[in-house]
C-alpha cells in the first residue's frame, strides 16, 4: 500500500515551526538516551549504573602489583513511565463542510498537529522538571524571593555554582532553568548584562537572547514557574547524632509532613538540603547526595524552609531523558497493527522525534501522534536548587 503520510510531511514540519519557539528548557539542556532503552518496555525497571569516588593509594615498590582496584558499583533505576498519544480525527462530511466555503482543512490540521506536538513536549518537559526537583543535592536563595532582583548583584548564580564546585561536578557543559519570575529580572534588572562593554555581546539587549552567565547556559521553562508547596512538619528534630556525608536520617516527635521535594535545615547548619524521600509523621528522610555538610547533632531542630518557585541549576550528565517510538506488536513474522502508514518526525529545536500514525476507518481517519519517555537524575550531587 502506497504511503499515506507522505503527503502530510510538508504540513507536519509546518506544526513543528509552530511550536518549536515555545520554550523548553530542560529538554535540550539533560543527557538524552534513546538506544539503551529502546528494547525497554513501558514500565520495565532498567538499572543505569553509577561508579563511586575512589581513594589513592600509596606506591610502594614490590615483586607483585597490589591486589587491589575491585569497586562496588551502585545503580539508579529508570523507567520509560510515560506512554502518551494525541488522537486527531476526521469524518468526510466533516472535511465536505470546511472545503466547501469554509477554511478548508489544511490550516486547521496543522494546527491540531501543532497542539498534538506542544502537548507532548510540555508533558515531557514537567516530568524531567519533575524528577529533577526532588532530586537535588542541595539549595541556596531565599523561598518566596525571585531571584537577582538586585541590579548587578550574581550571587544566586555564584551560590548555585559553589554548590556545583563542592560537590565536584564538572565545570564544562552546566545548566541553569530559570522561572519566569527571575528570568524577567535577568532581563529587566541586570543592566550590567545588557551594556555591550561588559557583557561583551549585545544579544541580550538587541535580540533578548541569553547566552551564558557565570558559566551557566541559561534556559527558560514555563514547568519552572509551578510552586513547590512545603510541607505542614512541625517540631521534628533529629533521631540521633548524625556525621557529615549522611543522607538518610530518622526524624523524631514533631507532626505533619517533610514531603519529597522540600528544601530542610538542621540546627548549627547553614546549607540547605533537598529531601529526596519524606515521611509523614516521625520516621526517617533521605536528603541529596552527597548528604549532611556540617554534621547533626541528636535532638537538633529540623526546619522546612517553606513553599519556593524552583529554578534548577546542573551538568548534563546529571539527568538522563530516554525517549522512543510506542512498540508494535511481532507475532511470528507479522509486524504492526492496524495503521496504514506511520512517520518520525524530529523536532530540531527539542530534539524530540514523534512517531505519527494513521488509520482508516470507517467513513472517517484518525490520526496519532505518539511518544515513550521516562527521566531520571543519575547525579543527585551535580543538581542544586536555586530557590525564588
Known amino acids: 500500500?502506497?504511503?499515506?503520510?507522505?503527503?502530510?510531511?510538508?504540513?507536519?514540519?509546518?506544526?513543528?515551526?509552530?511550536?518549536?519557539?515555545?520554550?523548553?528548557?530542560?529538554?535540550?539542556?539533560?543527557?538524552?538516551?534513546?538506544?539503551?532503552?529502546?528494547?525497554?518496555?513501558?514500565?520495565?525497571?532498567?538499572?543505569?549504573?553509577?561508579?563511586?569516588?575512589?581513594?589513592?593509594?600509596?606506591?610502594?615498590?614490590?615483586?607483585?602489583?597490589?591486589?587491589?582496584?575491585?569497586?562496588?558499583?551502585?545503580?539508579?533505576?529508570?523507567?520509560?513511565?510515560?506512554?502518551?498519544?494525541?488522537?486527531?480525527?476526521?469524518?468526510?462530511?466533516?472535511?465536505?463542510?470546511?472545503?466547501?466555503?469554509?477554511?478548508?482543512?489544511?490550516?486547521?490540521?496543522?494546527?491540531?498537529?501543532?497542539?498534538?506536538?506542544?502537548?507532548?513536549?510540555?508533558?515531557?518537559?514537567?516530568?524531567?522538571?519533575?524528577?529533577?526537583?526532588?532530586?537535588?543535592?542541595?539549595?541556596?536563595?531565599?523561598?518566596?524571593?525571585?531571584?537577582?532582583?538586585?541590579?548587578?548583584?550574581?550571587?544566586?548564580?555564584?551560590?548555585?555554582a559553589r554548590i556545583l564546585d563542592e560537590n565536584g561536578a564538572p565545570m564544562t557543559d552546566r545548566h541553569l532553568v530559570l522561572s519566569s519570575p527571575a528570568m524577567s529580572n535577568i532581563r529587566g534588572t541586570q543592566a550590567n548584562l545588557f551594556k555591550v562593554n561588559e557583557a561583551g555581546t549585545d544579544d541580550l539587549l538587541r535580540r533578548g537572547s541569553i547566552g551564558e552567565l557565570e558559566g551557566f547556559a541559561l534556559h527558560y521553562s514555563p514547568t519552572a514557574n509551578k510552586l513547590v508547596t512545603g510541607g505542614t512538619g512541625t517540631g521534628f528534630v533529629t533521631g540521633a547524632a548524625y556525621p557529615i556525608g549522611t543522607t538518610v536520617i530518622a526524624v523524631g516527635t514533631g507532626t505533619g509532613t517533610i514531603n519529597a521535594g522540600d528544601i530542610v535545615r538542621f540546627a548549627g547548619d547553614t546549607n540547605q538540603y533537598v529531601v529526596v524521600t519524606g515521611t509523614t509523621g516521625p520516621g526517617s528522610i533521605t536528603i541529596g547526595v552527597p548528604g549532611l555538610k556540617v554534621a547533626a547533632a541528636s535532638g537538633a531542630a529540623i526546619t522546612i524552609v517553606g513553599s519556593y518557585t524552583p529554578n534548577v541549576a546542573f551538568t548534563r550528565d546529571a539527568i538522563v531523558l530516554a525517549t522512543r517510538a510506542p512498540a508494535e506488536p511481532q507475532f511470528n513474522g507479522i509486524t504492526g497493527d492496524m495503521a496504514d502508514d506511520?512517520?518520525?518526525?524530529?523536532?530540531e529545536f527539542s530534539g524530540l522525534t514523534f512517531e505519527v500514525r494513521v488509520y482508516r476507518q470507517y467513513r472517517q481517519i484518525k490520526f496519532e501522534v505518539g511518544l515513550v519517555w521516562g527521566s531520571a537524575v543519575i547525579k543527585q550531587d551535580h543538581v542544586a536548587i536555586l530557590e525564588g
Open 1 to 160: 500500500m502506497a504511503n499515506t503520510l507522505t503527503g502530510l510531511i510538508p504540513t507536519l514540519y509546518e506544526s513543528l515551526d509552530l511550536v518549536s519557539r515555545e520554550f523548553v528548557g530542560f529538554i535540550p539542556a539533560v543527557q538524552r538516551d534513546n538506544g539503551n532503552f529502546a528494547r525497554a518496555a513501558v514500565g520495565q525497571v532498567v538499572s543505569v549504573p553509577i561508579v563511586p569516588a575512589v581513594t589513592a593509594a600509596n606506591i610502594v615498590p614490590g615483586v607483585t602489583a597490589p591486589n587491589d582496584g575491585d569497586q562496588v558499583l551502585t545503580t539508579v533505576n529508570m523507567q520509560l513511565n510515560n506512554a502518551k498519544y494525541v488522537p486527531i480525527r476526521w469524518n468526510g462530511e466533516e472535511q465536505l463542510g470546511l472545503n466547501n466555503g469554509g477554511p478548508g482543512v489544511s490550516p486547521i490540521l496543522r494546527n491540531q498537529f501543532a497542539q498534538a506536538f506542544r502537548t507532548l513536549t510540555n508533558a515531557v518537559e514537567a516530568s524531567v522538571s519533575a524528577a529533577a526537583i526532588v532530586a537535588a543535592s542541595r539549595a541556596v536563595g531565599t523561598a518566596g524571593t525571585t531571584p537577582f532582583a538586585t541590579a548587578a548583584n550574581l550571587n544566586d548564580t555564584a551560590g548555585v
Open 342 to 347: 506511520a512517520e518520525l518526525i524530529t523536532d
